[in-house]
């Protein structure tokens, strides 16, 4: 401080400080305080910038305290920052000259206490199984005997021996390792990273796809198993081509990874297991398999050979056979030295009967059938065919003619007999000799004096036409003098 810097007021000698080197002294005492401090309290405001540094604030029931974290420092933090959860943050407060701010220049964070782990494990757990990240339908099946098995894990400690050693010993397969970082900063980066860089691989590379995948660590706290439970990591196992086995600490951890994974393996050594069947036994089933496939086999030969020789013995023998067609054999031959020898002599006589000919006489023969066959042949041409045709539909239609005339007048016939049958029983013909019929009201002939009523209108038909008439009153019987001889009994005769 000068001299000019510093004056007194009423006689007081205490320094007179500029707002800057104020603030650059609280700095230094503040810094050289708390050089190195623990703090406990809940995120709020978090942010990151595009610089890459992060800025929020820890507080709880009684003060604020602003914190930031220096983007060399953010990629190396074990956790990320997240609104809400507890944390401790560890680092130096000092002093933000620009504000007159105090602040935590945080080196390191990390969640304060399982209780509060769990809580953000079980609400991150709700979060990716709203999304579908754990549903069993997505799973799938692992292949039975993989030829490449990739492991991601790290490079040193006793996991990647046990996994080499129990696959060599149940079935030797060809293993890639993908060392990464099991735990601590940036592990959850790398772990994810080495999934995806195993699925970015080309069937036909030179390095071999994986046929499955063994994510693997051992044994330990939930802080140091924390890296499985990260987003990222959970993302890349579920979105993973290439089927995965999750064995991640002992058989009571259960991380996220496990949950996205298609099978969960409860040690390293399980991981192994299942990736691989044992060959020992692989070997004895096979040999079982073809035991028993030669069994069946034997067994299905000496059934058809006995349904074969059943079948045989139903046969005739094969020498029987033989011997029926050989005698038919001997028969045809026989049949055709005979017939060749009876064809040779007929044909010798028919030479020796032209053979008295002379060429002449031959010439007329042979022009005398063939002339023969030429009419014959004649006869057989198309045209000749159609004459004769002709005149056979001639004859067949004057026959026609003649029936249909024929089967004509015996229809007339027939209906005049019948029209006369018909005449002689018309009631019509009884009218012309006198006769009349006799209908009521309803037009119903009457055939019975009972049948008339007394004043009835009635219908009189006759041969010439039709007179109405009404009936008259039945008159009384008259009275002979026998039947009044009879009532008074005056004789016996």
């Not at 298609?262 to 044992?278: H, K, L, N, S």
């Not at 398999?289 to 050979?305: F, M």
């Not at 067609?325 to 007929?346: H, N, T």
């Amino acid at each position: 401080m000068t001299e000019a810097d510093t004056t007194l007021a009423d006689g007081d000698n205490r320094p007179i400080f500029t707002v800057g080197e104020l603030s650059q002294a609280l700095k230094r005492v503040v810094e050289g305080e708390f050089a190195w401090v623990s703090v406990r309290g809940e995120v709020s405001g978090f942010k990151r910038a595009a610089s890459g540094h992060l800025y929020f604030a820890l507080k709880d029931a009684d003060a604020v305290l602003d914190a930031v974290c220096w983007r060399g420092v953010a990629g190396r933090l074990g956790i990320a920052p997240e609104d809400g959860i507890e944390v401790v943050a560890t680092g130096k407060i000092s002093t933000y000259p620009g504000r007159s701010r105090y602040q935590i220049v945080v080196e390191r964070l990390e969640l304060s206490g399982a209780g509060a782990l769990l809580a953000l494990l079980e609400a991150r757990k709700k979060a990716l199984a709203a999304e579908g990240l754990f549903d069993g339908a997505r799973k799938r099946d692992l292949p039975y005997l993989p030829e490449t098995v990739g492991v991601v894990t790290s490079p040193t400690g006793a996991v990647i021996r046990d996994i080499l050693h129990r696959i060599e010993d149940r079935f030797p397969r060809r293993v890639l390792v993908w060392p990464v970082t099991v735990q601590g900063a940036g592990a959850a980066e790398e772990i994810a990273a080495a999934i995806e860089g195993f699925n970015r691989i080309d069937a036909g590379a030179a390095v071999p796809r994986p046929d499955v995948l063994i994510v693997a660590r051992g044994g330990g706290s939930l802080e140091d198993l924390w890296a499985f439970n990260e987003e990222v990591v959970v993302r890349a196992a579920a979105a993973s081509e290439i089927p995965l086995i999750a064995a991640v600490g002992h058989e009571t951890d259960v991380t996220l990874i496990d949950l996205a994974a298609d099978r969960r393996a409860p040690t390293p050594t399980a991981a192994a297991e299942m990736a691989v069947p044992v060959r020992a036994d692989l070997l004895e089933r096979t040999q079982s398999l073809e035991h028993r496939l030669g069994a069946s086999l034997r067994r299905q030969i000496a059934e058809q050979r006995a349904r074969i020789d059943g079948l045989g013995r139903g046969l005739p023998a094969a020498r029987d056979r033989l011997a029926t067609a050989g005698q038919r054999l001997d028969d045809w031959s026989e049949r055709l030295a005979r017939g060749a020898r009876g064809r040779l002599a007929a044909e010798r006589q028919a030479v020796d009967r032209l053979r008295p000919l002379k060429p002449r006489q031959l010439l007329t023969l042979k022009r005398q059938q063939l002339t023969h066959a030429a009419g014959r042949l004649a006869a057989g041409h198309p045209a000749a065919r159609i004459d004769w045709e002709c005149r056979g539909t001639d004859q067949l239609a004057g026959r026609l003619r003649h029936a249909g005339r024929a089967a004509l007048s015996e229809r007339a016939g027939r209906v005049e007999t019948a029209a006369r049958l018909l005449e002689s029983y018309s009631y019509r013909g009884v009218l012309a000799r006198g006769y009349a019929v006799v209908r009521d009201e309803r037009e119903r002939p009457l055939t019975s004096a009972q049948e008339v009523k007394s004043g009835a209108a009635l219908s009189l038909e006759f041969h010439d036409g039709r007179a109405a008439a009404r009936a008259a009153g039945r008159p009384k019987p008259r009275r002979t003098a026998r039947d009044e001889d009879d009532n008074g009994q005056g004789s016996l005769l």
